[in-house]
């Protein structure tokens, strides 16, 4: 398995029980500070799309856009479909 999607995976999962159970009990769980959880929540829906592409590119990412959107929507994480941007 790729170690960016470990690393997407163990983010999500610390994301999801922070908002279920807060972030204090999540930086217990997870041994990590609360300042971490803090910042991967605000990071989590506020850029785009193809912003969130490009950082994972530099990253080692290898799969093409539409299929980082149909693996976001498959779990919940896109609820509308993104602009086209020839429009």
């Known amino acids: ?9 163990y ?9 279920k159970h807060g972030v204090t ?9 609360r ?8 990071r989590n829906m506020e850029s785009g799309l193809v912003v ?6 530099q990253r080692g990412y290898t799969r093409s856009i539409t ?4 693996v976001l929507r ?3 994480q896109m609820a509308v479909r993104p602009l086209n941007p020839g429009v």
Request: hydrophobic share 35%.
């Open 52 to 57: 969130f592409w490009v950082k994972l590119m």
């Open 67 to 70: 299929g980082l959107y149909r």
């Open 74 to 76: 498959r779990n919940g």
């Open 1 to 9: 398995m790729n170690s960016i999607t470990q690393d997407m995976k």
């Open 25 to 33: 009990k999540a930086a217990v769980r997870y041994k990590t500070n």
């Open 11 to 19: 983010r999500q999962s610390l994301i999801e029980y922070s908002i």
């Open 35 to 42: 300042q971490y959880i803090y910042r991967w929540r605000k």
